[in-house]
DNA sequence: ATGAAAGCGCTAACAT
DNA sequence: ATGTTAGCGCTTTCAT
């Protein structure tokens, strides 16, 4: 058992916390009073409510949230979760995703509530839910679904707390937030069909339910024009710079039958301008590029870039509430923001 | 008081979470032997130990850490705090605060401790001390000591442990941790004079330690060669891009007499270049940037960036050990990390 | 209007 | 080797 440091015990140099226990036999009360006064409690009197309060706060004495917490069986800690990939040790780092994390501290502080952030490996994004199984955390965020749908299936089915940051996909039993991937996909494509670029390539790794989503839209845009998907122009890039850059030079260094490029994130499209012009094309002279997310960098490149514009601090917002949303009872769902496109000097408005 | 629910109460459809009592029960064993298998004791038979074990995992069972943590007085809860500037509504943005943010994750992680992310105003850098006033963190890592130097020496008087991102100031108290400024500022100098030129502006607020600190190195290097320092080309640019634009773009705008910029962000060079070549001016051939911070996307950028390299992973480390060790009695001090320069086309290696 | 006492889920000293 | 019990700091019912 603890012993029980007597605390008028001369001597005892090391300063103990203060407790409401310390704020009572100061201000001559009880301790129940004091809480009830530090609750703002009408029970109390105006006058002994005033007297602790002021005391307290001369005092700057502050509660024990785990104490609390414990007694009240409550806690206002919502876990964010940024996975990332292990195989190529690569981390947090797509401004988009830092962005989402900034947007949902915002989002939860205004509405009283703690963030605790952690990085999980890709593959094992079920492991997230540690955070509430330990009363660490009573609800996730996710940034990402990446490859795992079927384990935030399993998640959502065990009844956790969560909310997803990702595309909208049949059959989805967890709750998402994104921005319309579709038609994002599609707005990019016919801006540089607009253009009139007609062999226009398409970056990014379609295993991933974002990317799938924006490959439809592209899709769809060519069907549109009447032209047909090239398999030969569509190139798996993945998020990380890492990795990417050597797949989109060797892409860019085989390849000059395409007059422009739809990527699906900005970061690729600065990587893949770099990669163009490495190879002596011109950005957007020779092949117009267009990138995603509208990251906060986006507009200082150079060329500038134009690019879906996602909007951060509405998913921010959409995230918390969709999450705060199922810890009071809602049924989870999915929710598709709006997009639209930012032009910038990658791939103009048309003349 | 709270109702205490008869677990055995058929009917009752809600499930609560479970805890030691139901393992105890299920295993026909007390709490406590619950309790002392779960923390491997030796005390406990090793069979029991094993069979406690088995089923608390087979039921998918975890530790209520709040309860855990009320009861040995322990919390591994580590607050990161990131400012912002209150009066511009700038959020968490440049890419190196987040990767730093990245990089304590990584390190508390490996530690076993947990990361609550926050954003405070900027000017009152002092709030951040509730984390651990109301016991929910033990100890408090703050990005960048912006202005406010005093506040942080109360802060550390009051004995709150604590460790800055920042610059080394005389007459400080607190715990430090940061690039050799004094160094990146002569290194980018340096080389800039290498190339031949002399007539190379200031880009930052040298109200900030670090700035004011890059700006001694910038001004030392410009002595070595036998320069005195303009104050004409030193501009007060702030780190936040949406202020900062303006600034940059009407200096810009209105002097020709400068061949070099040495600029204090990664992301303030950026804006430079584009602002150069927005009044006819070409990077590097006219004027030469340096940056500052070696951000993510810097080697990504057109023209990629010059810039002193920060050591982002070993600042993490150091930063957290920095604050666990004064959280076991050690006497905070500041610590200074090697930098170095990172030659890009942005300020190219000389001819 | 205030105080005494129980208990949130856990650990550890004390018994056996 | 295991059980009993007190108590971490707080809130709240119950009694006054």
């Known amino acids: 058992m603890a012993k029980s440091k007597d605390p008028s015990e001369p001597g005892s140099g090391e300063q103990r916390r203060l407790q409401m226990v310390d704020i009572a036999r100061l201000a001559g009360v009880s301790v129940s009073t004091v809480s009830r006064a530090l609750n703002g409690s009408e029970l109390v009197n105006a006058e002994t409510r005033q007297r602790v309060a002021e005391l307290a706060r001369s005092l700057n004495y502050s509660i024990n949230f785990g104490a609390r917490n414990l007694r009240l069986q409550e806690n206002k800690t919502i876990a964010v979760v940024v996975p990332y990939d292990a195989s190529s040790r690569q981390h947090i780092s797509d401004p988009f995703f830092l962005s989402i994390v900034g947007a949902i501290a915002d989002a939860l502080t205004d509405r009283g509530y703690d963030m605790l ?11 997230a839910a540690h955070w509430v199984d330990s009363g660490k955390a009573i609800g996730v965020v996710l940034i990402g679904q990446w490859r795992q749908h079927d384990q935030l299936n399993d998640m959502a089915a065990r009844k956790l707390p969560l909310v997803v940051w990702g595309g909208e996909m049949p059959q989805q039993l967890y709750a998402s937030v994104g921005g319309d991937n579709v ?13 009139g670029r007609r062999r226009i390539a398409f970056f990014g790794d379609a295993k991933l339910p974002e990317v799938w989503l924006r490959r439809q839209g592209y899709a769809q845009a060519l069907r549109e024009a009447g032209l047909q998907v090239d398999p030969a122009l569509e190139l798996a890039a993945p998020f990380e710079p890492g990795v990417a850059t050597d797949i989109v030079r060797s892409f860019c260094a085989a390849r000059r039958d395409f007059d422009a490029v739809f990527c699906c994130s900005d970061v690729l499209a600065l990587l893949t301008s770099q990669a163009l012009r490495a190879t002596g094309r011109s950005v957007p002279g020779e092949v117009a590029v267009v990138g995603y997310d509208d990251m906060p960098l986006a507009a200082y490149c150079d060329p500038p870039l134009t690019t879906v514009h996602q909007p951060v601090g509405e998913a921010g917002e959409a995230l918390v509430e969709a999450l705060l949303g199922q810890l009071s009872g809602e049924r989870p769902g999915p929710r598709t923001m709006p997009v639209c496109l930012k032009l910038r000097a990658s791939a103009p408005a048309a003349a």
Do not use: I, P
Not at 183 to 195: D, E, K, P, V, Y
């Open 117 to 127: 952030l952690s990085r999980v490996d890709a593959d094992r994004l079920d492991s």
């Open 183 to 195: 038609l994002g996909g599609s707005l990019a494509t016919r801006h540089l069909l607009q253009l």
